[in-house]
């Protein structure tokens, strides 16, 4: 994955009213395979780019956030499209409005996003043949064996800014 200064990659839903540009490369790309994933992306698994929220501007109509039930009973909030109800995007509970989680699919070039890890590949469709050299685990990972130094180093940066959402900013979720 390129540094983050030197990353710019745009997305879009298929109607084209909602457009989005990532400024910065995703601290990391999930590829999930929890049954949750599976179901509410109707597809084999989830592919995720997690990325600061303020590294993602909106360049178009702005989506509608629709409120959905998760497995952790937190919730997430989905940007959809209000014309083609595409979704873009999400904000978990664990993080709120600081991280988003850009579906790549709906990248201009998803092929640039690539996973960088499988999780909850216990649950995984009995098909779906891994890559060997990309990392995978059958739940969740410690994200110190998996992410970049550069990427760690700008989670730091957010973690007060995450401590602060859930020590009571849950209403602004």
Excluded at 21 to 42: D, I, M, N
Excluded at 49 to 57: K, Q
Aim: proline share 6%; charged share 20%.
């Amino acid at each position: 994955m390129q540094s983050s200064n030197q990353f710019l990659i745009e997305g879009r839903c298929d109607c084209k009213a909602v457009r989005y540009r990532l400024t910065a490369a995703p601290l990391v790309v999930h590829c999930c395979h929890c049954r949750w994933c599976q179901r509410e992306s109707g597809a084999s698994f989830a592919l995720n780019a997690m990325i600061e929220s303020d590294r993602l501007l909106s360049l178009g109509a702005e989506p509608e956030t629709i409120d959905t039930p998760t497995q952790s009973g937190k919730g997430q909030k989905i940007a959809r499209c209000t014309q083609c109800s595409v979704a873009t995007w999400s904000r978990y509970a664990g993080s709120g409005p600081v991280i988003c989680f850009v579906r790549v699919g709906t990248l201009d070039n998803p092929d640039r996003l690539p996973p960088d890890v499988h999780i909850f590949t216990s649950s995984k469709q009995p098909w779906v043949v891994l890559p060997a050299n990309t990392p995978s685990f059958a739940e969740y990972y410690d994200r110190k064996v998996v992410w970049s130094k550069e990427s760690l180093a700008r989670f730091e940066q957010l973690r007060p800014l995450i401590e602060a959402y859930r020590k009571g900013a849950h209403s602004v979720f």
